[in-house]
């Protein structure tokens, strides 16, 4: 069995410490106003701030956005005690450009991470920077090739650690939740933390729901109890089992293969999370959860992610938790974005230094005190990856995608077609407002001039046949002109 044993139970408070349950358009005009010296610590009353996102992690297989099967206990609690954004939209549908989203609030074409030889500018302001340089104690955990401080992801961590198995010949049959959570352990052990009085940034990347779809014994057969079929879900990309005609049982229990990495996922985060409460850093903290992209299981013809930008790859979760300061079981329905998430941290946790980023703060729509007025800005979603060149802009009503190799582009209605099935073509009356505004939205995060362009990198021969393993190198690409429906 590939997994080593699972946790032995979901999260649990512990009975040693008392305590609580763990409980605009696009943004130029948010700028920067300097980057103030190093302070030697933050103020007293700032929060220790837990990043997690979950690779591959789609919302709508998550309790605590609908999804009928119990995937989430963890973070379903968490979006219980916190507030949940109905709609956030990542920039694109793959892991590398997305998190250097996530670790700056500029979109794709700004930040300039869209292939696997780029990496994050020295000059890019992320948010562990921000933080550590504010007098935040750092660390990050990652589980996934495309984490590797080659491409300048370690940026403003004291800590920031592998946690894939070196002796892994292939990272989508790789295990790492369990090692993170031991890192994270042993990080939160050591006397420089628990001494410190300084407040942490944590940054956990879980890797497992990604697929290779491997979850230990127990896992899908809780979601799929009585399949008696044979299907081996390991090479997903290349495997031809896992196809659009597939038989109902196979595809049911492909989705359960998926539904218990989720399961082991969450049941491994709140593993996490009982560290961090053992430790006394988890009553106040904010905790936020997400995701980089989602996953396809065919409702476009395709699998796997980093292909097309339909709202089944660029839908993430967003959670955010804070006890006292963030009202519990509030839901965001305004659409949001994985670029909002810098400025939004930085503003909760009291940072004084504000890099440029295209995102907004999000403070008043996540306390609900007025501002909801607001129009939310458009979501705009790259894919740039090998021969790829597609572009899209998102509203809460409207989606427009531009495959620009292709040379086309379809307009999608989201209240009528919220599956983006019936695309519009150039009769539609709207269709060419649509396109301007995209084209619009793309030159504007190109001229951004809020951090430096993404600089050339050398991927290293291990992590070379990480990525080569994993097909990213050029096997995910998908230059076909789209189909109707």
Not at 97 to 116: C, E
Not at 139 to 160: E, N
Not at 172 to 192: C, I, K, N, Y
Not at 317 to 334: D, N, T, Y
């Amino acid at each position: 069995m590939p997994h080593p044993g699972a946790p032995s139970s979901p999260w649990r408070r512990p009975t040693r410490r008392a305590s609580a349950p763990w409980a605009v358009y696009l943004a130029l005009a948010t700028t920067g106003c300097g980057r103030p010296g190093p302070t030697p610590a933050a103020r007293a009353s700032a929060p220790d701030v837990v990043l997690i996102s979950i690779d591959s992690l789609r919302p709508d297989h998550l309790g605590s956005y609908g999804y009928p099967k119990p995937t989430s206990p963890t973070i379903d609690r968490i979006a219980r005690e916190g507030v949940r954004c109905e709609t956030a939209i990542s920039t694109t549908s793959w892991t590398l450009p997305a998190h250097a989203a996530m670790f700056t609030g500029l979109a794709d074409s700004t930040h300039g991470v869209v292939d696997n030889g780029l990496r994050l500018a020295d000059a890019a302001r992320t948010l562990p920077e921000v933080l550590r340089d504010a007098g935040w104690r750092t660390a990050g955990f990652f589980g996934g090739p495309y984490l590797d401080p080659t491409y300048g992801f370690a940026q403003g961590f004291d800590v920031y650690e592998n946690c894939m198995n070196p002796a892994a010949e292939n990272a989508h049959r790789d295990v790492t939740g369990p090692r993170t959570v031991e890192a994270v352990t042993r990080w939160l052990d050591s006397s420089a933390t628990t001494r410190d009085a300084k407040p942490l940034f944590l940054f956990v990347h879980l890797w497992d729901v990604h697929y290779d779809y491997i979850p230990p014994a127990g896992y899908a057969e809780r979601f799929d109890p009585d399949y008696t079929g044979h299907l081996d879900a390991r090479d997903l990309a290349n495997n031809p089992a896992i196809e659009p005609r597939m038989s109902p049982a196979d595809f049911q229990h492909l989705v359960a293969l998926y539904d218990g990495e989720i399961r082991f996922t969450d049941d491994n985060l709140a593993r996490i999370l009982e560290q961090l409460e053992l430790h006394g850093r988890l009553r106040d903290a904010l905790v936020v959860v997400t995701a980089d992209h989602g996953e396809e299981f065919f409702e476009h013809g395709g699998k796997g992610h980093q292909k097309t930008l339909f709202d089944e790859v660029v839908r993430v979760p967003l959670i955010v938790r804070w006890p006292g300061h963030l009202p519990a079981g509030r839901v965001v329905k305004e659409q949001v974005r994985l670029v909002d998430l810098v400025p939004t941290v930085l503003a909760l946790a009291g940072a004084a230094e504000r890099p440029p980023t295209e995102g907004r703060d999000l403070g008043s729509l996540l306390r609900g005190d007025g501002a909801t007025a607001i129009p939310a800005p458009p979501a705009l979603i790259e894919l740039l990856v090998d021969k790829n060149d597609v572009r899209a802009l998102r509203t809460a009503e409207t989606k427009v995608i531009s495959w620009r190799h292709a040379g086309v582009s379809y307009l999608y209605d989201l209240v009528q077609d919220p599956r983006e099935e019936h695309p519009l073509g150039p009769e539609s009356p709207d269709f060419a407002r649509a396109v301007r505004e995209l084209d619009r939205a793309v030159a504007e995060a190109a001229a951004f001039r809020g951090a430096g362009r993404a600089e050339p990198t050398v991927v290293g021969p291990d992590l070379a046949r990480r990525l080569g393993v994993l097909g990213y190198t050029s096997d995910d690409a998908d230059t076909s002109r789209p189909k109707k429906r």
